[in-house]
Every structure is written in structure tokens, then in C-alpha cells.
């Protein structure tokens, strides 16, 4: 059970999506994917590995400093039952390398990638913070990155072997823009094959 305002969407395939402003310490799901990027950038937006690493006093900053977990896109790793305070059952870190150049379609892959891995582990709540929590977008790349994740989500549910998978997926909506976000997210699962 989450602690946090929701705002359902849609489904898809037995998966549920909704969007929220999600805690990365409260979060209490069996999977929360957290999207870290290559190297920390002066000045640039902290966001959902910045606040895991924060709780975590520093364990993703040692991981990087020795080389297990570097942030190289599509880079992945898994921390199951990680320590208080966070509270979601599995970690996973997705890397996102040093810049994803303005492409919507990078964060869409990603989104998948995490998708397939929630669908393997079969988990019942997954809380999403990819793209925004580590980037800050120009505002004309918030739709098509949204739906861009969207998309990649879909894909790896059609791809997956089984049907009607349970699955309450919610999408982190800290990026600024939460109604083009939103909107986007809808439209893109409204339009999907």
C-alpha cells in the first residue's frame, strides 16, 4: 500500500497505470525504479537517485566512486530490500548515461526496460521515476517523452508472454509539468495499437 495521492489513467493488459508525485523514501511498492545518470552535473536538477543516495547515506554515490554501478545507459542494477529508510521492497537503478541528447525515444527504451523487469519479478506496484527525477527537459520534449514512456511501457507488455499480468504502475509526475505530462501519458495509451 502507497501513502501517496494517485491519479488513475488507464490500463493496459491487466496493468493499471496512474500518475503521482512520488516519495522515494515512502514509497512502499515491490519495485521503484530510480533512473540515475552517468556523472553528477553542477548545478543541474537533483531529483529521485539524488534523494535515494541522500537516504541511503551515500550508497549510490560509493557505488559509483567504485565502479559497480557507473549510470551507463541502460545499465541496470537491482538492490533488493534495501535498507530503512527506504521502504519499497526492490530498488532498481536504471542508468542513464551522461545525456539522453534530447531524444524522447531513449527514455521510452529505458521505460521499457524497467517494464520487462517488473513484469519479471511479477510486481503488483511499481513507481516509475524515470526521466524527469535526473533530467530536466525542454519543455517542448515533456509530451513526446512522456509519451515515449508510455509507449516503451505498452511495448514490453505486449512483448511479454503472459496476459492479464496485475500490476498497479504509477508514472512520477515531479518534472514541472504535470498536466502536459499527464495528457501526454494519456494520449499515448489512448493511441496504442
Given at each position: 500500500m502507497n501513502n501517496r495521492q494517485s491519479l488513475p489513467i488507464g490500463a493496459w493488459r491487466g496493468v493499471s497505470f496512474a500518475v503521482a508525485q512520488i516519495d522515494v523514501v515512502a514509497a512502499e511498492d515491490d519495485l521503484l525504479v530510480v533512473g540515475m545518470r552517468e556523472k553528477d552535473v553542477v548545478g543541474a536538477h537533483?531529483?529521485?537517485?539524488?534523494?535515494?543516495?541522500?537516504?541511503?547515506?551515500?550508497?549510490?554515490?560509493?557505488?559509483?566512486?567504485?565502479?559497480?554501478?557507473?549510470?551507463?545507459?541502460?545499465?541496470?542494477?537491482?538492490?533488493?530490500?534495501?535498507?530503512?529508510?527506504?521502504?519499497?521492497?526492490?530498488?532498481?537503478?536504471?542508468?542513464?548515461?551522461?545525456?539522453?541528447?534530447?531524444?524522447?525515444?531513449?527514455?521510452?527504451?529505458?521505460?521499457?526496460?524497467?517494464?520487462?523487469?517488473a513484469l519479471r519479478i511479477g510486481a503488483a506496484s511499481v513507481g516509475c521515476l524515470l526521466g524527469w527525477s535526473e533530467l530536466e527537459l525542454p519543455e517542448a520534449l515533456v509530451g513526446p517523452s512522456a509519451a515515449a514512456m508510455m509507449r516503451g511501457a505498452l511495448a514490453a507488455i505486449d512483448a511479454h508472454d503472459a496476459d492479464g499480468v496485475p500490476m498497479q504502475w504509477t508514472f512520477d509526475i515531479r518534472n514541472g509539468a504535470a498536466a502536459q505530462t499527464t495528457a501526454a501519458l494519456c494520449d499515448a495509451l489512448a493511441g496504442w495499437p
Amino acid at each position: 500500500m502507497n501513502n501517496r495521492q494517485s491519479l488513475p489513467i488507464g490500463a493496459w493488459r491487466g496493468v493499471s497505470f496512474a500518475v503521482a508525485q512520488i516519495d522515494v523514501v515512502a514509497a512502499e511498492d515491490d519495485l521503484l525504479v530510480v533512473g540515475m545518470r552517468e556523472k553528477d552535473v553542477v548545478g543541474a536538477h537533483r531529483g529521485g537517485a539524488d534523494a535515494v543516495d541522500h537516504a541511503l547515506h551515500g550508497t549510490l554515490s560509493r557505488l559509483r566512486e567504485g565502479g559497480i554501478f557507473a549510470g551507463g545507459f541502460g545499465e541496470t542494477l537491482m538492490l533488493t530490500r534495501p535498507s530503512a529508510p527506504i521502504r519499497a521492497a526492490t530498488l532498481m537503478l536504471i542508468g542513464m548515461g551522461a545525456s539522453l541528447n534530447g531524444n524522447p525515444e531513449t527514455v521510452g527504451n529505458l521505460t521499457g526496460l524497467a517494464m520487462r523487469a517488473a513484469l519479471r519479478i511479477g510486481a503488483a506496484s511499481v513507481g516509475c521515476l524515470l526521466g524527469w527525477s535526473e533530467l530536466e527537459l525542454p519543455e517542448a520534449l515533456v509530451g513526446p517523452s512522456a509519451a515515449a514512456m508510455m509507449r516503451g511501457a505498452l511495448a514490453a507488455i505486449d512483448a511479454h508472454d503472459a496476459d492479464g499480468v496485475p500490476m498497479q504502475w504509477t508514472f512520477d509526475i515531479r518534472n514541472g509539468a504535470a498536466a502536459q505530462t499527464t495528457a501526454a501519458l494519456c494520449d499515448a495509451l489512448a493511441g496504442w495499437p
